[in-house]
């Protein structure tokens, strides 16, 4: 039997918003306009610049926008997300990406489940498109497949027609829209240094999950999302950064006969799959990107 965990919750939590900034600050701009149609207004949004080439500072400070901090990343800072949290001073932590626009209950309704449930560590909006309103981009995860290392996201491209609406428990958080009570991630651990992108999400979300808390999918909340969620066409880094991420986060988050079950079928069937596509393709940098993502798990011992 789960053991419960029971978390007390204030009568109005302060929230903090925490975004990324990096050669977008239109974007981010568009991002905090958004946010002055929050009806819930106990919270601070911080925005973290992690260098960019023109300083944003005066653009966001022009706009005037509610309860903002801006950060200032420098060379030193491995993790702007973590570095962000560190400071920031809320009960839970709203992170969302910058290229994507709340509505006026995000707030609310990603809050409200944490005041009825004991068990719950995170709460994730629907994700619909920017441009096409009414198609989903995530309305939580399914289970991940041990064998591939890989797991598919529910409704993603689907139009909404109300089938998703429904609040569930769900099997991963997306990173760049997704409440978390601040103790939980003291607890369960910042967001991993080693993957920059890709798997991310999924390795918190490991952590958060085997510390005995649930992450629920809660349809109420809507986020307009501007980009893909998932890119169309990967180039290079993108394969590099998926095919090392993979690998490194079953190393953590696989048992020995999980994880070789996981490599032999990587190499059996991933390997000369890929490497034949890539071949086919004349995509010699993409197919450089596959191997070098391999050896870099093959040099680093450890998968902290």
């Known amino acids: 039997m789960q053991e419960k965990k029971f978390i007390l919750v204030k009568a109005k939590p302060f929230i903090s918003i925490i975004t990324l900034n990096w050669n977008q600050t239109e974007i981010t701009c568009q991002f905090l306009e958004s946010t002055r149609k929050l009806l819930y207004k106990h919270y601070e949004i911080l925005v973290c610049d992690m260098g960019s080439a023109a300083d944003p500072t005066m653009q966001i ?14 060379a030193n800072t491995d993790n702007g997300v973590n570095w962000s ?5 809320g009960d839970f932590i709203l992170l969302v990406n910058n290229h994507t ?11 409200a489940p944490f005041l009825t449930d004991n068990i719950l560590g995170v709460t994730c909006p629907k994700i619909c498109s920017f441009h096409k309103k009414n198609e989903i981009q995530y309305a ?7 064998l591939t290392g890989r797991k598919t996201i529910i409704g993603h491209k689907k ?6 609406d429904i609040p569930l428990y769900t099997h ?33 979300s490991a952590r958060i999950l085997k510390n005995g808390y649930k992450i629920l999918y809660q349809p109420k909340a809507i986020v307009y999302n501007k980009e893909p969620l998932l890119p169309s066409e990967k180039s290079a880094i993108n394969v590099y950064y998926n095919t090392r991420n993979r690998i490194l986060f079953m190393r953590r988050n696989s048992n020995l006969l999980q994880f070789s079950a996981f490599l032999s079928f990587f190499l059996l069937l991933t390997v000369p799959a890929a490497a034949i596509k890539f071949l086919l393709k004349r995509q010699f940098t993409h197919l450089q990107s596959f191997f070098k993502g391999i050896w870099w798990n093959v040099k680093m011992r450890t998968a902290a």
């Open 140 to 146: 939580g995860y399914n289970a991940l497949n041990r």
């Open 172 to 204: 991963g958080a997306y990173s760049g829209a997704m409440m978390i009570r601040k103790s939980v991630i003291e607890q369960a651990g910042m967001l991993p240094r080693n993957f920059f992108i890709y798997f991310d999400d999924s390795d918190v």
């Open 61 to 74: 400070i022009a706009g005037n926008y509610p309860n903002t901090r801006i950060l200032k990343a420098d």
């Open 159 to 164: 139009e909404d027609k109300g089938q998703y």
């Open 101 to 111: 626009e709340l509505t006026e209950n995000t707030l609310d309704d990603l809050l």
């Open 85 to 89: 949290i560190q400071q920031a001073k």
